[in-house]
């Protein structure tokens, strides 16, 4: 049954590529249309509050359709929004294209992951199979930029999202016939998935979450300046090391996928420590190359690879419900703009001369998230906690 989770994942690897495209094109776009490279950069943001608010919207109208159905439905309507980006020329236009596709987006990775959580083997496989889509997100991470930096460079910017466009829809046809034809889930199975919603834990997991997330890219969006500034790295090697980043990212998300079904909290645990000790190493040693090599690819391989623990764990509490996912997608977004605009925040407030204060900000949502998680886990334990039964009352003995 992992056949389909492979297309899964080419699926969602098509939407992690759009998601990062304009980064890799931001002066040829800036060009194209007249506007700032800042206004540009702007795209990005655009493209991922789309999918924070626009993907449980489309979750929640796609409710009651069967799975593929929906997938197929949501990934051509993208592919086609993709693709019609060249035919505006105003800014204004690309930004609500971009923030539609971004909704589609949000859509497709929710949909993706419970249909997932559905072809799983056996309710203790859930996060493995989650983990083999989840390198449709590794993936596109590492691609997207530098294919979109290639594409505009060999042709024009207008081509990067032709090309999406046309492997969009190529992607749905094949999607087709590899993809099984799930049920659409009942009305009240639905009315269940929105019902979580009213959970304390499920939104205390969401939390952690977004602070994982947050850390993570807390320091990510500021790895390039810290490479070629701070520890003085050349841009080629930069190049290299930012994708030994992103195999260390597949690498970790298949470890953590094989083991997160039952060993998700001492996962987490173990990858918040990591990742604060990573962090702050950076933070205080970014000025050497060998500190911040080592540093770099460690936060790779415990960073955003605890997605599928994380899923695992939202999934204990609250279900695979396409709403559920769909809004932890919206979470997960969040922490990617939060940590970049704190991190982006503290490295103007101390003078924006070193990337160090981002690393200190991700580290300090490192430490955030594993407090959460242990109040989490303390409060289960005291729930989980057999009430003491009362002692038998002695019996009167009768001659």
């Known amino acids: 049954m992992k ?32 506007a700032s490279t800042a206004k540009v950069g702007a795209l990005i943001s655009i493209y991922s509050f789309g999918m924070a608010v626009g993907g449980p919207l489309i ?44 909704s589609l987006g949000g859509a497709v990775f929710g949909l993706t992951l419970t249909m997932a959580a559905r072809l799983a083997p ?46 969009g829809l190529i992607i749905a046809l094949l999607d087709v016939p590899a ?65 030994g980043y992103g195999l260390c990212t597949v690498i970790g998300n298949n470890l953590v996928g094989r083991y997160a079904d039952r060993h998700a909290v001492p996962l987490l645990r173990i990858g918040h420590l990591a990742l604060t000790v990573a962090l702050v190493v950076l933070a205080l040693f970014a000025h050497l190359p060998w500190a911040a090599l080592p540093g770099v690819l460690l936060v790779g391989l415990v ?23 769909t809004v932890h997608t919206s979470v997960i977004t969040l922490g990617v703009v939060l940590g970049s605009a704190v991190g982006g925040f503290t490295i103007s407030s101390v003078g924006g001369t070193s990337s160090s204060a981002a690393m200190w900000t991700g580290a300090v949502l490192a430490v955030l998230a594993t407090l959460v998680l242990g109040v989490q886990t303390l409060g289960s334990k005291r729930a989980s906690r057999p009430e003491p039964q009362s002692q038998p009352q002695p019996q009167p003995v009768h001659d």
């Open 179 to 243: 993809l099984p034809a799930l049920p659409a889930v009942s009305a009240q199975t639905s009315a269940d998935d929105v019902a979580q919603f009213r959970s304390p834990r499920l939104w205390s997991r969401y939390l952690v979450s977004l602070l994982t997330i947050g850390a993570t890219y807390g320091a990510f969006s500021y790895f390039t300046p810290l490479l070629e500034h701070d520890a003085g790295f050349s841009a080629n090697t930069t190049t290299v090391i930012l994708f």
């Open 59 to 102: 979750a929640w109208a796609l409710r009651l359709t069967a799975p593929k159905s929906a997938l197929l439905g949501v990934v051509i309507t993208y592919a086609i929004l993709e693709a019609a980006v060249p035919l505006v020329h105003d800014y204004w236009w690309v930004a609500a294209l971009r923030l539609l596709t971004g």
């Open 303 to 325: 960073g955003v690879t605890m997605n599928p623990a994380l899923v695992a764990r939202v999934f204990e509490v609250a279900g695979a419900g396409n709403l559920v996912n």
């Open 122 to 167: 056996s309710p203790d496989r859930i996060a493995s199979s989650i983990a083999i889509v989840l390198n449709g997100l590794m993936f596109g991470a590492v691609l997207g930029l530098p294919i979109s930096h290639a594409i505009s460079t060999t042709w024009n910017w207008q081509a990067s999202f032709v090309a999406l466009g046309i492997a």
């Open 3 to 34: 056949r389909p989770l492979y297309w899964l994942m080419l699926t969602l690897l098509l939407v992690a590529m759009s998601e990062l495209q304009t980064m890799g094109m931001l002066p040829e776009m800036a060009r194209g249309l007249g």
